[in-house]
């Protein structure tokens, strides 16, 4: 089974910066796309940035501020938070879709999420 873990969260003051990491385990062939959610307490969850097929888009509130990366040796993806508003407070989740084995000889694309880190900004 894959496992997705997510740190680097905390709390941290406005301007301040983060990085998080997010690191995916098992037995992986291939990692199509990576991307960083949040969500706050009674609203939706909502993407941040994701890289695909080369491409890496972000959400029109952190453009500019956030800088998404990827180590495809290590299964490894990073948000970079910079100038962060009280606003970008929320739980921060990693997503990826990767091809990977589930069980003897069977191999699927499915996508993965981490348990969430918290990320406080204070005014």
């Known amino acids: 089974q894959v496992q997705v873990v997510e740190s680097g969260g905390g709390s941290v003051q406005f301007g301040g910066s983060l990085r998080l990491s997010c690191v995916a385990s098992?037995?992986?062939?291939?990692?199509?796309?990576v991307a960083w959610y949040r969500e706050t307490p009674g609203n939706q969850r909502e993407l941040v940035a994701e890289i695909t097929g080369g491409t890496t888009r972000y959400a029109t509130a952190v453009e500019g501020r956030f800088t998404l990366s990827r180590d495809n040796a290590k299964y490894t993806a990073y948000l970079q938070m910079n100038s962060l508003k009280a606003e970008d407070t929320a739980t921060y989740y990693c997503?990826?879709?990767?091809?990977?084995?589930?069980?003897?000889?069977?191999?699927?694309?499915?996508?993965?999420w981490g348990q969430g880190t918290q990320v406080t900004v204070s005014s």
């Open positions: 997503n990826i879709e990767a091809e990977a084995s589930v069980g003897a000889h069977d191999v699927r694309v499915s996508e993965y």
């Open positions: 098992g037995i992986i062939f291939n990692i199509n796309r």
